[in-house]
């Protein structure tokens, strides 16, 4: 699916683009929402102290030498089996540049830490969720490229159920574990959402360009 012709997916990125102006209204520079209580005292409840080693494993997945060591991984695989360096660099721009901004964002807005969050945490700002956000940037991006070696539609459904499910965990981590606040993770998938738009429409048009020539070369 060509998402700059599709009616839905803009349609779904006016709405993200909606939600993300109210959650920056919405959330308060000194603490939580009785929202993120809500959801909190939930997941404490479904997901207990002796759940954390699992979910500290499942974090580490967005941590910045997580992303690193997968990012790694894919370039080379686009580098050897796809050729598609199109891809490489957008992929690239689009996780690096994304990591940028949600720094960037952060020193902006200055939301503290919960209280329950780690001394190595507690040394950033808290919205919006860089787990959240880059682990979004990196692992949509990836199926999105991914996506175009499978020919069967089911096969497409579950990657991206794979890569969304993952997304969700990395997101539920970060919550139970102490370090964001819920507003912080859904902030992230929501910047997350519309800067990953962005770089999917710009790969999808430089790759049109370029196989446009090459076909007029042939």
Known sequence: MDI???KAAWGAIILTILLTIITFIAIPNEG???FDTVIIDFLQTIFPSSMHSIFEGISYLGTKIGIGIVALLFIIWLVWKAKDF???ATFVLCVGLGNIMNNWIKDVI???RPITAS?????SFSFPSGHAMVGLL???FIAHLLSKEIKRNSGKLVLAGVALLLILLIGISRIVLGAHYPTDVIGGYL??????F???IIYETLHEVLNRREKKRV
């Open 138 to 140: 990196l692992y949509l």
């Open 4 to 6: 700059r012709k599709s």
């Open 110 to 112: 200055e939301r503290p």
């Open 191 to 196: 910047i997350g959402g519309i800067w990953l």
């Open 86 to 88: 199109v891809g490489i």
């Open 198 to 200: 962005i770089w999917i």
């Open 119 to 123: 001394l190595e945490d507690a040394d």
């Open 32 to 34: 939580e929402l009785t």
